[in-house]
T-cell receptor
Framework: SQTIHQWPATLVQPVGSPLSLECTVE??????LYWYRQAAGRGLQLLFY??????ISSEVPQNLSASRPQDRQFILSSKKLLLSDSGFYLC?????????????FGDGTRLSIL | LAKTTQPISMDSYEGQEVNITCSHN???????ITWYQQFPSQGPRFIIQ???TKVTNEVASLFIPADRKSSTLSLPRVSLSDTAVYYC???????????FGAGTTVTVRA
């Protein structure tokens, strides 16, 4: 079976500091990978998605970036965090295009910027 | 992508059936309807997916009328642990940009 791991679970960072959140998927090959952000009481905002190694599509212009150095690894980064970057970050995976399989989410990272 | 509209919140009591209706007037021929459940501080969890008529699994049922412009998620005999946010999404197999709106907050009371 497939599993998704996301860490850390919580993170407190000062404004202007860098960020690196990691997500890995096990039990499948060539998954589609996604990064979402969720503000308190709101829906999920798609930040990035990837259909393969090195292939990243950005949905929202911001000071965040994503990378996919390996097939089942997805990293969310920032060089300098802003207060507005606070939120709940979720990584998800789905089977490759051509299927109607749903997205499967990790447990998220609660990011607080001070 | 088809836009969806669902109630912001619903209250229920333990043992009752909860029905959440989602409107998607602009649904396309190839679009599927998918529902997710999210508990606080957790990622959304897939509940059920359908294209037309009725789909049932061990968790819920999904009713889709012939015109497919709406769908209803039915949760039978809810318990306190069913308190969560429920999202309705519409898209086809090539849609990466699924839109999770605010969802419906279902509160189950004893």
């Amino acid at each position: 079976s497939q599993t998704i791991h996301q860490w850390p679970a919580t993170l407190v960072q000062p404004v202007g500091s860098p960020l690196s959140l990691e997500c890995t998927v096990e039990g499948t090959s060539n998954p589609n990978l996604y990064w979402y952000r969720q503000a308190a009481g709101r829906g999920l905002q798609l930040l990035f998605y990837s259909v393969g190694i090195g292939q990243i599509s950005s949905e929202v212009p911001q000071n965040l970036s994503a990378s996919r150095p390996q097939d089942r690894q997805f990293i969310l980064s920032s060089k300098k965090l802003l207060l507005s970057d606070s939120g709940f970050y979720l990584c998800a995976w789905s089977f490759p295009s051509g299927s109607n399989q749903p997205q499967h989410f990790g447990d998220g990272t609660r990011l607080s910027i001070l | 992508l088809a836009k969806t509209t669902q109630p912001i919140s619903m209250d229920s009591y333990e043992g009752q059936e909860v029905n959440i209706t989602c409107s998607h007037n602009n649904i396309a021929t190839n679009d599927y309807i998918t529902w997710y459940q999210q508990f606080p501080s957790q990622g959304p969890r897939f509940i059920i997916q359908g294209y037309k008529t009725k789909v049932t699994n061990e968790v819920a049922s999904l009713f889709i009328p012939a015109d497919r412009k709406s769908s209803t998620l039915s949760l039978p005999r809810v318990s306190l642990s069913d308190t969560a946010v429920y999202y309705c999404l519409v898209g086809d197999k090539n849609d990466y940009k699924l839109s999770f709106g605010a969802g419906t907050t279902v509160t189950v009371r004893a």
